[in-house]
């Protein structure tokens, strides 16, 4: 058992060293409730740890102390018990766990409090194989993939699903709940400082459940109403650019993309596009680059089996030029 | 003698009809196997597909048809039947039993068990393996296109019919074919571990029934208790679920909880420290483990109070654990331990099985498991209690018992070579997986994508399972290489319980007279307070035996045929098999058996002319 | 197995002795009461529904009592489990009913719809 | 070692735990009960769960009939004290007796599961299939099991009484005919709930 002893200081080395990356993991919480549930994590980790060490201080010394020697016949006493013994190893566990116990319960309420307060913001979340749809009731818009939040702000989130089940993380910002189909369930999540967080479906949804990738982006909260206010500008007031190759992209776009994906914020039965251009990965993990985008276009498939999205394989490679150019345009931040 | 044992019979015709208890046994032990190393190659598979960030081994579909069957063989076709196998073979012994209480069921029990895992199986001949899970939670299930998802509804169906009848027999044989003497509290603990887990068998299975019954109905027949469309929904299949999946966990860990009693006592040559704390320990844990299965569902949305309850109810398992491990840590306490492999086997799952049981109640945690849920940290976490608890459990009983049951003993260099290595590898793929999952990699993922933190220990993880593999290839060289070990003594390791008392290898009517036992240990205490031999309990006569029969073949053949019929929707086919299955039923049932009797003349010449 | 000396294929002959007699008539007396006693409560049951002027709110629990009763009826006079010796059937039937009801309630009221 | 049928063995009190084989299979078939128990309380749970999603077919309270259920339960209740009396003539070694009784039980319990069929029929026809609604699945699934155990108790005591019409009471068949008893009662166990709370609760609430 020697190596096992040389693996548990190496828990602590990685424990503190924070490993992973800052935006993913768990033990690195970038907010209040995912804060909550590290302190709880540590809390746990360190009765657990005491545990560990009661059990396997008595092991190792019973394991030397006892063995057999060569030669020694001796038979050992028959003993039947100890009634003190027992009494005390029933005693202090449940001693240790109450001390758990207790802040885990008044957590867990915390946790499921998702009242709205004056100042939060409602966010509706529907999960699809597998892609990501967010909705914001006080702003009339959708959006896809990325989901946006003022920081400081607490965000109520209503969590939905259009058809398996899936299961809404965001490791560093809040522990996860699930997207039951036909059932509704909420959670909430504070972002103090702007960032990138990353999320992930955890429940098993097909082929594609390990691409199910979203992010949730933290911006202060005056950013936050620009993006939701030109989130919501309706396609046809927006400037449109003269430039040959949009236009040619953006018939194409009407033509063949604008059934299923809405650009002025409106979402669809595919997702949002309409901040496209802001996008860092394509269909949620590929890197953002020309070549894939137009990978994606000619065959979704390959790609993310199981999606909803048909293979566009008759597009001319300059079709897809203009599309993918009129795709990385639309954009509702900057300029 | 109208059914006289039939001198003639060829071997593969003896191992079709028997209902000797120590035959299924050897049965289930070879079946188990055979499934072990089949979920072990799958394991081996998706650990190489792991390897490295966004590899391309397999195929992502393949990936999820292989976790899902990688849980499902190991859970129900490896684990419990190989734990079935030492059951069937040991209980009866351990107890001063000739037979079980129902050798007929007890077939019958083990053949729907095995066409159940060969049905599961061809499904990857017949387009592809069932992909939604072990757990198969709906919707994904039951939309899932294909028959894969099919053939888990009518394999899980057929086996677990067979573990119910197994069940039922191992409960009526502990309650009423206990040799004199031996009152409840006498009993070892595997015994006892057995008689709580088939319990637990009992009272859990229905509820998997009536699931795999509703996504049967839902799946064929177009029911709509899952489909949300129809007002069904969704989490009713995860209650059901995990009403019947908590209780297998402790289905499957008290039996190993009650060989290591045996072993840790035999080999520090003590009286199990606390015996009935730790029968009390382990009723309660059984108790407990029905009134805890919705911590699986913290992330479902039942609201707070439910998650409350159902968290602190899950923590209050881990005392009486802990019970159990400070009674073995005290068993050993002034022992002579011995380092047997089982004995190491044992050993080792102390210390694996306190981490397993830690990180246990960390996910009990209801608002921390927001955070642990669906991850790498539960797997990492199920794999502990399972391989440290029960697969160290079935390794150790099996050199332990291996004596007894194959007749010779098992090379015990290459066995604790086998530990470290198969202990090596264990702590090495899971320990690591604990990290993965808080840093954010989600369980049932085909692949991960590269630059997240996740690579280095994914690589660890698959060298730790390539470890596991090559040790369980040196424990089947073992079984070859050893079998020239013949063991003759019948007591090999200087036992205390009831199965050591019989001479090696063991007749098929196991005690020429049953003896009469006279305390916790009864081969211990004569052996200490006696003349080393038990007293007998009746004086030597003929012993009644029951006949073999062909019918629980029959039965479970039929049963196998239906499935065929069911999911392929061949009407005529699926009541041919039930006509077979009813056919085989009515014929048990209105003909007598009445079995024969071994004469007393034939017994004596066994024991040497005394 | 420990019967020796029985056929298992030879008719019983013979009378049960006066004592089984007089508990047997005894047993009936029981049984043919709670047979009575179960049909009054059946009935019992469909009034309080079936009449408008017992309030839902009432009826519901009732109703729920009544089976209660009449089960255990079942179980001890039907089925014989006061008798002596049946104590692991005993465990066996209460142990599931222990089972059952959380089963019950947690299909009823865990599905997410409402939130506790 | 056949015994020819010359020793005349006398009725024991409890013929049906007269022997170890009648002992465990009496206790065997009560913890099948016991099983029996959780896969019914499971059905309930799936139906009380699902008992308003009616979507848009008929509800509760818009099919059932009161009446008709009245006549099912007091044929299943009398099915029961017919099967009690039944082991009480086998006791007796009144063989003919529980023959006789066992008869009157199958004959009740067919007429049972006739009214079953007539119910579901017309129930189909006030537009309740099994793929209406999740109340209309959960509730053929709930009263159809119980009705399929129904059918298989019949078989089961029919096949009973034919292979053993001429035999006498034995050591062998005393058990066999009481736990086929057992059984009876647990299926009437099982309709006291379903009548409670199926029919009832679904008309009333």
């Known amino acids: 058992m020697k190596y096992l002893w040389r693996l548990l200081p190496l828990s602590f080395f990685l424990l503190l060293a924070g490993c992973g990356q800052q935006n993913l993991s768990a033990l690195d919480p970038q907010g209040p409730v995912a804060e909550m549930q590290f302190s709880l994590i540590r809390l746990s980790l360190y009765i657990m740890i005491f545990v560990i060490v009661v059990v396997f201080a008595i092991y190792v010394f019973v394991l030397i102390r006892f063995r057999e020697r060569p030669g020694d016949t001796h038979i050992p006493k028959q003993v039947h018990g100890n009634k003190v013994l027992e009494v005390v190893w029933t005693a202090i566990p449940i001693f240790l766990l109450l001390i758990l116990a207790v802040p885990n319960v008044m957590e867990t309420f915390t946790l499921a409090d998702t009242e709205p307060t004056e100042d939060s913001i409602t966010v509706n979340v529907t999960a699809h194989a597998f892609w990501w749809e967010f909705e914001y009731p006080d702003y009339d818009i959708v959006a896809g993939q990325d989901m946006y939040i003022p920081t400081n702000t607490r965000v109520i989130i209503n969590l939905e699903s259009s058809d398996v089940i899936h299961s809404f993380w965001v490791p560093a910002l809040a522990g996860k709940q699930d997207n039951v189909p036909g059932n509704v369930n909420d959670m909430w999540i504070e972002a103090p400082k702007e960032g990138v967080y990353l999320g992930k479906c955890t429940e098993l949804c097909g082929p594609s459940h390990w691409l199910m990738d979203f992010k949730v982006i933290a911006v202060e909260t005056d950013v936050f109403e620009t993006w939701a206010a030109n989130m919501a500008v309706p396609a046809e007031e927006k400037e449109q650019s003269e430039s040959e190759v949009l236009v040619e992209g953006r018939t194409l776009y009407e033509q063949s993309c604008l059934q299923c994906h809405s650009i002025s914020g409106q979402g669809g039965f595919g997702p949002d596009l309409t901040n496209f251009g802001e996008r860092t990965v394509v269909a949620g993990y590929l890197k953002y680059e020309d070549e894939n985008i137009k990978d994606w276009i000619r065959d979704p498939q390959s790609l993310k089996p199981g999606n909803g999205m048909p293979a566009f394989p008759d597009f001319t490679e300059d079709e897809l030029d203009a599309l993918t150019e009129y795709l990385k345009s639309l954009k509702v931040l900057e300029e | ?610 | 197995m420990a019967d020796h000396g029985m056929d298992p294929t030879a008719p019983l002959k013979g009378e049960p002795t006066k004592k089984v007699k007089r508990k047997l008539a005894r047993e009936t007396r029981t049984q043919v009461i709670s047979f009575v006693l179960m049909i009054f409560l059946t009935s019992l049951a469909f009034i309080s529904i079936a009449s408008d002027a017992i309030p839902a709110s009432f009826a519901m629990p009732f109703i729920l009592l009544l089976a209660t009763i009449q089960v255990v009826l079942q179980l001890y006079v039907f089925m014989h489990l006061n008798e002596r010796g049946n104590g692991w059937a005993n465990v066996m039937i209460w142990s599931a009913v222990i089972i059952a009801i959380p089963t019950v309630a947690s299909l009823m009221l865990l599905l997410g719809i409402v939130k506790w | 070692m056949e015994h020819q049928h010359t020793v005349q063995q006398t009725l024991p009190p409890n013929p049906e735990k007269a022997t170890l084989e009648g002992r465990n299979k009496f206790l065997g078939f009560w913890f099948f009960l016991g099983g029996e128990t959780v896969l019914f309380a499971s059905l309930f749970g799936t139906y009380l769960g699902l008992k308003g999603s009616t979507h848009t077919g008929p509800g509760p309270d818009e099919l059932f009939s009161l009446p008709l259920v009245f006549i099912m339960t007091m044929i299943l209740l009398t099915s029961s004290l017919t099967s009690v009396f039944a082991i009480i003539n086998m006791k007796k070694g009144n063989y003919r007796g529980l023959l006789l009784w066992l008869s009157v039980t199958v004959i009740l319990g067919l007429a049972f599961l006739g009214f079953e069929i007539y119910e579901f029929y017309e129930y189909v026809h006030h537009g309740l299939g099994f793929t209406t609604s999740a109340f209309g699945s959960s509730f053929y699934t709930l009263v159809g099991t119980h009705g399929a155990h129904v059918a298989f108790g019949i078989a089961w005591i029919t096949t009973l009484l034919l292979r053993y019409r001429k035999s006498g009471l034995t050591l062998t068949n005393a058990p066999k005919f009481y736990v086929a008893v057992l059984y009876w009662h647990f299926i009437d166990v099982v309709w006291v709930f379903i009548f409670s709370v199926v029919y009832l609760m679904g008309i009333g609430g």
Not at chain 2, 168 to 173: A, E, G, K, P, Y
Request: net charge neutral.
């Open chain 2, 1 to 610: 003698m109208s059914h006289a044992k039939a001198q003639s019979k060829s071997v593969l015709w003896d191992w079709l009809t028997t209902v000797d208890h120590k035959k299924v046994g050897i049965l289930y032990l070879a079946a188990g196997a055979f499934f072990f190393a089949l979920g072990g190659l799958e394991a081996i598979l998706m650990r190489i597909q792991l390897m490295f960030p966004e590899f391309t081994f397999l195929p992502a579909q393949t990936f999820n048809e292989l976790l899902t069957m990688h849980g499902t063989t190991m859970i129900f076709l490896a684990a419990m039947p190989l734990l079935f196998g030492l059951m069937n073979y040991i209980v009866p012994l351990q107890i001063g039993a000739r037979d079980v209480a129902f050798p007929f069921l007890n077939a019958l029990g083990f053949w729907l068990f095995l066409f159940g895992g060969i049905l599961l199986n061809v499904s990857w001949f017949a387009g592809g393996a069932p992909d939604a899970g072990w757990t198969a939670y709906v919707p994904l299930s039951s939309e899932s296109p294909g028959t894969g998802i099919d053939y888990y509804v009518l394999g899980l169906q057929i086996s677990g019919a067979g573990t119910l009848i197994g069940g039922i027999n191992f409960l009526v044989t502990i309650i009423n074919m206990r040799a004199p003497g031996m009152s409840m509290m006498r009993m070892p603990l595997f015994t006892w571990s057995t008689f709580v887990a088939s319990m637990l068998i009992l009272f859990a299975f229905p509820a998997l029934t009536i699931g795999l019954l509703l996504l049967m109905l839902e799946r064929i027949f177009g029911a709509t208790y899952f489909a949300v469309d129809f007002g069904g929904n969704v989490i009713i299949w995860q209650h059901l679920f995990w009403i019947f999946g908590h209780p297998e966990v402790y289905i499957l860990v008290l039996p190993a909880f009650g060989i290591f009693s045996e072993i840790i006592s035999t080999f520090s040559k003590k009286r199990l420290f606390g015996y009935s704390a730790m029968v009390f320990a382990t009723l309660i844990i059984g108790f407990l483990g029905f009134m805890v299965w919705a911590h699986h569902m913290f992330t479902v949305g039942m609201g707070p109070v439910a998650n409350s309850i159902f968290a602190v109810a899950t923590m209050a398992i881990a005392v009486p654990t802990g019970i159990k491990i400070f009674n073995w840590l005290l068993t050993l306490w002034g022992g002579r331990i011995q380092f047997t492999t089982a004995n190491l086997f044992a050993l080792g799952f102390i210390p694996s099985f306190v981490m397993g049981g830690v990180t246990g109640v960390m996910l009990a945690t209801s608002a921390a498991n927001y955070q642990f849920h669906d991850t790498y940290f539960v797997v990492a976490h199920f794999h502990y209690v399972i391989i440290g608890g029960v697969v160290l459990g079935l390794f150790a009983g099996a050199f332990y018992w291996w004596p007894r049951i194959f007749g010779y003993k098992l090379n015990e260099t290459l066995g604790k070579i086998f530990f470290w290595m198969f202990l090596f590898g264990f702590h090495l793929t899971f320990f690591v997986q604990h990290f993965l999952g808080l840093i954010g990699m989600p369980r049932r993922v085909a692949s991960f994508l590269g630059g997240q933190g996740l690579d280095e220990m994914n690589l660890i993880s698959t060298i730790g399972a390539f470890f596991m593999g090559v040790a369980f290839i040196l424990f089947v060289v073992n079984i070859f290489v050893s079998m020239k070990n013949k063991e003759t003594t019948g007591d090999p390791w200087d036992g205390r319980t009831l199965e050591w008392t019989i001479p090696s290898p063991t007749p098929e009517y196991n005690f020429a007279q049953t003896p009469l036992v006279r305390d916790v240990d009864a081969l211990w205490y004569e052996k200490y307070e006696g003349d080393g031999k038990m007293k007998a309990a009746e004086p030597l006569g003929d012993i009644h035996m029951p006949n073999g029969s062909f019918l629980p073949f029959i039965i479970s053949l039929g049963l196998f045929i239906a499935s065929f019929g069911f999911i392929y929707h061949l009407w005529a086919l699926a009541i041919a098999g039930m006509v077979v299955v009813f056919g085989a039923m009515f014929v048990r049932s209105v003909k007598e058996d009445h079995g024969y009797h071994i004469p007393k003349e034939d017994i004596l010449n066994a024991k040497g002319g005394k």
